[in-house]
């Protein structure tokens, strides 16, 4: 699955000029960019790819540095994520009952089905994480815990628009820098939102990945669904002609009758 996050990432540069706490956002920006880098990265760029003075930079990487989050190679002069991140990953994880909840239900989903399956959390109308992951059969995506995407991407971004109740204008705007191998136009995309609406699911026929197709069934926390907005959601991935042979309609309803009971399982 394409780690669709160009946009964020811009966003991210912006919010980091702009914040009232700018400490706080490049701390931020300089752990999320470590994150999703598959090597470790020196100072220059470090400071930028994320548009900061390097003095400005080199003084958060000494702060994150001290407080066991980053670690600095004398040798090679470069910068990696340390094992401090794990503990903050620890304490959230042992305080978010969906990722345990949900990774049974993946499982079994992903086996019987031979499609990859997801537990996102869903962040507004700025971002999914993957907080949870299950892979079988041949097709595979590239994707794992912690892997981040825009809201309104794919099916999961269909889900949110649809039970979401956010204005049309700031849909259209976070609509826009979104990219697809075959995008769809505003306007067919608020088509398949309503139909995402009335049948409780949102389904992504290659218009994400070309060939692929995408479910995802809303999950939510609460029970009042009419008035709040979907937490999570899960994530069904795979091959669009081999789903299409193998019953597509029988992984829609598993998929929102597992949605639907894992809602009840976290109070919705």
């Known amino acids: 699955m394409k780690d669709n996050t160009t946009p964020a990432d811009d966003r991210l540069a912006k919010a980091v000029k702009d914040s009232k706490a700018p400490a706080i956002s490049r701390a931020a920006a300089v752990l999320r960019l470590l994150g999703k880098s598959e090597t470790p990265l020196g100072l220059q760029p470090i400071a930028r790819e994320l548009g900061l003075v390097p003095s400005t930079c080199l003084y958060v ?74 892979q079988a059969g041949a097709f595979q995506v590239s994707v794992q815990v912690g892997s981040r995407f825009p809201a309104l991407i ?67 926390k609460t029970p009042d669904h009419a008035r709040t907005r979907p937490s999570h959601a899960l994530v069904a991935i795979g091959l669009g002609s081999a789903l299409r042979r193998n019953g597509l309609a029988d992984l829609q309803d598993a998929l929102l009758a597992t949605a639907q009971t894992l809602s009840g399982q976290l109070g919705g």
Not at 64 to 91: H, S, W
Not at 178 to 203: H, K, N, Y
């Open 154 to 220: 794919s099916a999961t971004g269909r889900c949110i628009a649809a039970f979401g109740d956010y204005p049309e204008a700031q849909l259209e705007a976070r609509f826009k820098p979104l990219r697809w191998d075959d995008p769809p136009s505003f306007v067919e995309w608020q088509g398949q939102v309503a139909q995402t609406r009335e049948q409780g699911f949102g389904i992504d026929e290659g218009n994400y990945i070309a060939g692929v197709t995408v479910l995802a069934a809303p999950v939510w």
């Open 61 to 134: 990487l000494r702060a994150l540095t001290a407080e066991g989050l980053v670690a600095f190679d004398a040798d090679t002069k470069r910068y990696t994520l340390d094992a401090g991140v794990l503990t903050l990953a620890r304490q959230w994880l042992s305080r978010n009952e969906f990722p345990d909840l949900a990774q049974p239900a993946l499982d079994r989903l992903a086996q019987k089905f031979g499609v990859t399956m997801l537990g996102v959390q869903i962040f507004g109308l700025d971002r999914i994480i993957a907080v949870a992951v299950s």
